[in-house]
């Protein structure tokens, strides 16, 4: 697969340097410039929050932080956790007094270097919690959903906890506030093309000419089938089903949606998906209150696309809709 | 009988190069349940831990402290960072000491399981790199001198494969399609053996 | 190529169903439904921009309907220029009374339409001009750079004029301000892999695993060379020489920059390349005051970049600052 | 001898047919010069105006309007455009009229050439499709029935694509590699030579 790199040691640095050249509200930091923090953080007497993971998910991780959203993150290479180090310095680059949310996706090795990152800093006084993002369905089955996956439903979590924190609400509240977005929140993707890490010989997966996967987690994770690429209608059909037999019917009465590109498939594709999206919640008289539509979390040039939905309340949507500006989103006031 | 600190990181290093050159085989084995990186993973952990400690501090709390700082610097991926939870750990243990003789060797490996439980969250019998460690510390549990280590590692190593290779995984990616998982090696439980297997080679 | 798409003849038509389902001020009218007008055009007394051109270049030409960019567009199938009568109807919709500025991309069949649909609006008491966008430099030499086609730039045309509008300008001015605008933007792009039009039994155009081509246009026109893939920073470095070889040395002291993704090229590689071109004008001397790195002006899947410079004064920075807000680009007032 | 728009719309449906059958090959032409669309764009265009006019109006400016409206619906592409151009300036100057002769087809053809250099901005010599149509338009005057006329259109038609065929394009996407054009038919020169051959066959 072709792109534009140089040696694929540097792909991350480089690309780390590019994107905090273009935005001036990214600091980068860290021992191995592997921070990102908001140049206004640690805001005094403001509940920081941090995240971060693999990098190839841009905008995700560091298009997020900003005013009203995360405070900073820790970035690893291509699709592997951040290191314990990095950790540490992003949790530091967040707190400001009132203590730090690690708001980050489950996945193995990010989990366990933001648990000891976190044990860490506490030896320092910073009071650390923890919410997970695991808004994949098809990474694990509903009884074990704390195991599932987190995927691009993760930046409606920071959109609700950043509101809630840059209103001035405590440690506490923050996490409880996270944890009722990742609660509310499921995500179901599908693939088309794969991607392929820079320096790797091969695409992170192979898929027929003719094929599509449903359910194909971010990294490339095996789904719940593969077979013959369908219309669009159907896939969207299919998804949006998947969500609703999984996401608690107290929750699906009014959504956000969200319709996010894996990397490679055009807006064309998602607003023809959201089309079809909201004419199955309109349907089912489900009130779309929000919907996003473009790149919010790829795997850089994997095609495909995810579908989210998270049942609001009405605390949730006005904490959704709070004022916030970071790069890749921006709510006005 | 005891190494220094010396010892050690020539170990290391020889460790290192069996990485390198075991990359591809262990990439191919996660790429059949995972993400076909613990190759690469492990080339980078103990390629950066080695050169860490090229010139080797002689106190192995220093030793062990270096070698995990580089360590978790090199990856953020699950094995990656378990090993540099254990190298971190091992300085923590060995802080004061400038030789380890055959006798410590159990009880590091003891050490190296426990933290990967504590850190990891998986538990014994969950066809992780930990079963594997767990199986060796056995084996050498009592060992008076390090000249049978590598051939009896070996032994237990290959025995745990075979034991486990039927077994479904039930930790990290490979659970979540846990029959396909029966009849292939777990990645982290290969690279172990394929470790010893080296180790031992010139042995024999 | 695979997509996530229904039948291709529906193709444009759900994907506007979906882009104004998801943008609530973006209003789908027009005898066949191919004209996007912003919900609050026409504004009474506000000189009216109007643009269009053919489906597949999504955010491009609808999603820049906004205040303070551009009013209606008329929109073609894909890569297909508008038809009359819906340029007829875009004119329409923009008109408040003080005339409508034509403002789109120098192509045969855009023209022809919007020339025909100019004089027909007229006969009906309606003033129009004309500004074509002709910022691709691979399309013809300098001597021929009226004929040169309309690319990614065009976005940074559509932003002074629309300022300039919204704060009251008549139609000579605004034309003005987009004549200028277009005069001091120059774009080059690069192709990596091509896109398929729906329908088609073909990509576009056909290129080696191993191959670029520099100076490609975004339906595929041949470029300046194809090569073997080279690394970014030569890519970036070939492209910035090129533009600046093009643009007048009196245009050169500050610029905006735009990196714009083909379509499937992630932002990890927008950045790289930024990262190089921003070095590249730094080491020139020449300011870079604002840069935008994203999607702005795609061909759908095609993968590859596009890099656009602006030669700002401080009337054209002004303008390009003013508060602007439509659904794919907003500056905060 | 005359036509009625009942005539003329069986002449458009067949001239729809033959778009449609020509489509790849007109495609392919384009391809090697622009985009690829001449094909298909034709055969909407004039599908979607034999479509338009299958219940004919008697009047001829009523006919050529609807032609040209649907025509320009269907597509924005230049010789897409052009064509519903030209239908639409029939339409102005043919109202009132409800018989065509074999007389008024060179001033048809005219009247065509004239529209189209002056929507499309080419000159005579530019190698498009309006060389071609001028070509024909010489041709046909002065002829006095229908009988020869495809024919003698045909002749024409092959004899100017040879002509060309030697000469660089100098309009559209095709002028911005003119030297790669030399030796290739123009496809909108090609396509008036394919209707007008396949118009010609039966009569053979
Ligand atoms: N939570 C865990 N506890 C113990 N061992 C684990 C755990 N997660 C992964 N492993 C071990 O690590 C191996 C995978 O390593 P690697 O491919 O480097 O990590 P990743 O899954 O992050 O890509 C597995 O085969 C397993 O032996
Ligand atoms: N400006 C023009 N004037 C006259 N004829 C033109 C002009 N532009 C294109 N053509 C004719 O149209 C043909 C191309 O048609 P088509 O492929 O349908 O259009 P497009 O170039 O928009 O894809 C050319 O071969 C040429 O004969
Ligand atoms: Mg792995
Ligand atoms: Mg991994
Ligand atoms: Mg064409
Ligand atoms: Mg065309």
Redesign the interface.
Known sequence: M?????APDA?VD??????C??HPTLVRTG??GRVIRDARAPKNGKVGIVSGG???H??LFT?YVGRGLIDSCAI??V????????CVEAIKAAEGGRGVLRLYGNY??????F??AGELVEEEGIRTTTVLGCDDIA??APEESA?RRGVAGLILAYKAAGAAAEQGADLDEVTRVAAKAVERMRTIGCA??PCQ?PG?AEP?FTIG??E?EMGMGI????GIWRRT?A???E?ADEMLERLLADLPQAHQERVWVLVNSL??????????????V?AGLDRRGITVLR?L?G?YA?S??M???SLSLIGVDDELDALLRAPA?CPFW?N?P | MSVTTTGFAALLTRVAAIAAEREQELNKADGKLGDGDTGMTLRRVFAKAAEAVASPPADYGDFFKRAGMAASGATGSSLGSLVAFVFLAFGKSYAGRTELSAGDVAAMLGLARETMLARGGATLGDKTVVDMLAAIEEALRGAGDFAGMPKNALAAAEATLDDYRARPNRVGRARMFADRSVGLDDPGMLAVALICRDLAAPAT
Do not use: W
């Open positions: 072709k792109k534009l790199m140089n792909y480089e690309m780390l340097e590019g994107l050249a273009a021992e191995r693999g990098s190839g841009l905008p298009g690893g290479e699709f592997a956790g951040p290191a314990v180090g990095d193995g090795g990010d989990r366990m270097n648990d000891l990474s694990a195991k088309l093309y890490v790797a992170t000419e003719d599509m990294h490339g994770e095996p690429l219309p669009a209608d896939v990397g490679a498939t055009s807006l064309d594709e998602l607003f023809i998906i959201y089309r079809r909201k919907p539509v790149h790829t850089m040039e095609a495909g696309c500006d921006r006005q």
